[in-house]
């Protein structure tokens, strides 16, 4: 009786986070504009990929994710050992710091940075665009690089380092060859993380972004605030596609590892 | 390994990226276009006050539907095998990975007149407005961030060891003093990362109640808007909103450092 | 490590369905890359693009076998055309204000025109390079805020109407814009979103009057208005502040009434059958928006060469019958078939036209402070439940600390007498 009520609930949350998509996507096949269903189309997917504008803006947003997160974390797995080295008060005071784009509610990150921007670039005369955007997803993206990157320092035993470097290596090649080797998993989650948030994003990067620079959010900001617009169901449809499938691969290829694992 | 060193670039960005911003930030709230002292902005912000308590219901509201509905959830996914907890958390991640104004967009298919929710009340009778109203737009809150309230709270809940249920079952506990004494206790670290993470977007996020709500705006939009014309009140208002936010999380904190067993 | 290698694979095939899906665009995308690179190296004003920020909605998209205006222009002189929207006047000189950001075509209504060119934010326009100059009727040059005709070619004239669905509300209910304040169409009326529109309406609903078209107005003119507005929601008629939202809203049937520009509403009723006008009788605002080069220009010569095109019989002609506005260019009136010459919304009557009113610029402490009461208007006043709902979030906050002080102070004793046992 039990299991069945449980089995009840969870299907009710799953209907619930599954049935907006679904329909979402089924739309994307109707043929007209409204909620009334006038047979099958694929015309909205050929607009979508005839969509020049909407294109540029997947390429960017891509290009955009791969560089912030990329340089994100190069420049969070260095901070994260170099804040390890810090003592007591000043480590946790320069931990505090670096969380506030974590903690801070978006909008204030985004004006904030608006903020910098429009007043480095009436200094120095730039106009925001795509280096304002890299910019501003490296910074939001940097403190969960080091947000994972440091659990794994703490677990690293630090006498690997000093035998690597008994060993003959030297200092360089003993990041190289031991620390980075250790603290790879913490990383690898961080960087994807970043890639994830990045490719996500919509507040901080409205508010930088200048007003000609666009990425996929704010593109498909542009096409669902003003019409009922199928292309974005199109489009929904082939993000769903493309999440659902990673998810199950990746899911799959980690659960064959835990059946190895077993053996 | 020893070295501080590695963190020198990124202590440099925070300061560029994250303290700079901030500070100016401070610098536009306290003063007037001429750039002269003035508390008047403040004065401004009172006027929006009655938007950031509306805000703040909305999100107290959303995410008290969140916990109410991920709490079981997170319990009853947690009790599963770990295969089948690993495939429920994937179903669970799809929606979170497509693009939150899709999502938003989803339900303004979904809620709006003549659409197919209302389509069917109306069959059978009943006639409501389904958009434009705060029920729309927790609703859309709540679709945002289930499942952020759901991952934290399963996560400290998988970790607890079935060992310690059956040892208060033998000690002669029933059902529910297992979960006052045992369940609960263990889990307020979960749910105090959920509300965390459910309550300040919730908060101070902008969009979703142009998108789904009425002629009330949120506060994120009231930033938003008022920035578009006059950076002082904006950045007064900005500055509030994160005095608030921060107020909630250190509270929050507190709540955690003590309830929390082991975080 | 398992961990590692499985975001591995997850990221490798995030980048595969990237590269696919890019591939498809890549060769124009790194042809455009390899466009711009040159073009930074060149000196910027030799580039083979120009920066166009218009309205939403205002130029010919070449849906439903009409003419893109745009990748016409792009074909024919191999420019390229970054298209950008804004979706009030206010928000085009905040951009230009704020945000450093280059464009070389805009398109500002009247008093925009005036305000940025009192505040040196305009061009001069070179006539040489417009030729097609001399298509414009004569009765739109010379006019208030462009007094020589200096810094600005029309793009298009219009005045704003109401549009209704006749599903909601029977034909000939609506007389003028005052029917809007009326609770009976609970949540049914769209009103602009933006401040000068909405407070032009509200002020010719006032009682006295206020003349929308004045060259200033007192605090007291601006806070009656914001009150009127204010009634618009506390009556219960308001659905929504909008502007390019207002199309899914009409189209989409999800509300009864909306004041907006007539060009625009003959696209909406194009789109709905169920919708249909209405010329208010209290008169309203007549606009003339125009092109113009803003200071910030970096491709001037291109600027000048897509106001020359878009001044075309033939372009002017058809991007008129998409956009449905009145055109101030006399060949391309030649050109337009009957339904456009005909309809009242882009041909009002001589004796509507007389009631109707322009903007002009407005001092910047008016300006802002229109702003400012407007967005007090659209977020209303302090009610009664929001007191309420501060107490109780208040009296939340508090009772949850104090549950956890007890709690903690109980769990401390607890724990000392447990200490003390062992």
Known sequence: MKKKGQ????AVIMAFLYLPLIYLIAYSFNDGKTSVWKGFTMKWYTALFNDSQIMTSLYNTLIIALLASILATVLGTLA???????????????????????????????????LLFTFAGTMMGFEMGFWTVLLAHIGFCTPY?????????????????????????????????????????????????SFTYSLDDFVITYFTRGSRFQTLPVQIYTMTHQRINPKANALSALLFVTVLVILIISNAVSSRKDKEAAR | MKSKKPSIPYLGWMLVFTIVPLLMVLYYAFTDDTGAFTLNNFQNVSDYSHIFLYSLYVALISTVICLVL??????????????????????????????????????????????????????????????????????????????????????????IDDSLIEAAQDLGCNGFYVFRKVIFPLSVPGIISGVTMVFVPTASTFLVAQYLGGDQLMIGDVIERVFQFNHNTGSAIALVLMVVILGFLVFMNRFGDKEAVGR | MKRGLCILTALMLILLSAACLTSCESSEASAEDSAKSTATADSASNAREVNVYNWGEYIAPGDDGGMNVIAEFEKRYGIKVNYTNFETNEELYNVLKNSNSSYDVIIPSDYMVARLREEGMLEKLNFDNIPNYKNIDERFLNQDFDPDSEYSVPYSWGFIAMVYNKAMIPEGELTGFHDMWNPKYENGVLMFNNSRDAMAIAMQLCDPPIDPGAKSFSEEDISRATDKLIELKECGALKKYVMDQVFTEMEGSQAAIAAYYAGDISTMMDNNEDLDYVIPEEGSNLFIDSMCIPTCCKHKENAELFINFMCEPEIAAENAAYIYYGTPNKEALELMDEDYLESELTNPPEEYLDKCYTFTNLDDKTYSRMQEDFIKACTGKASDASVVTVAVLLGLVLLATLTITVLNIRRAIRNRGRINKL
């Not at chain 1, 007591?88 to 931990?95: F, K």
């Not at chain 2, 938003?104 to 434009?132: E, N, R």
Request: hydrophobic share 55%; with cysteine; glycine share 6%.
């Open chain 1, 7 to 10: 089995k009840i609930y969870f």
């Open chain 1, 80 to 114: 994260a050992i170099g804040i390890y080295n810090f003592k007591g008060g000043v480590r946790s005071a320069i931990q505090n710091v670096s969380n506030i784009p974590i903690v801070n509610p978006e909008i204030v990150t985004g004006v904030s940075l608006m």
């Open chain 1, 145 to 193: 690089v080091i947000l994972n990157v440091t659990p794994r320092i703490k677990q690293m035993d630090s006498s690997l380092y000093e035998a690597a470097l008994d060993l003959g290596c030297s200092p360089v090649q003993a990041f190289f060859k031991v620390v980075l080797h250790e603290l790879m998993p913490g990383i690898f989650s961080g960087f994807l993380i």
């Open chain 2, 70 to 159: 991920a709490y079981p959830l997170a319990f009853s996914i947690s009790r599963c095998t770990q295969r089948k907890q690993s495939l429920i958390i994937m179903f669970l991640m799809v929606p979170m990975w497509m693009n939150f104004l899709l999502r938003v967009y989803a339900w303004v298919l979904i809620l709006q007149s003549y659409g197919p929710l209302d389509t069917m009340l109306q069959f059978f009778g009943i006639h409501i407005k389904l958009i434009g109203n705060t029920g729309a737009i927790v609703v859309g809150m709540v679709y945002e961030f289930l499942p952020i309230m759901i991952l934290p709270i399963h996560a400290v809940m998988s970790k």
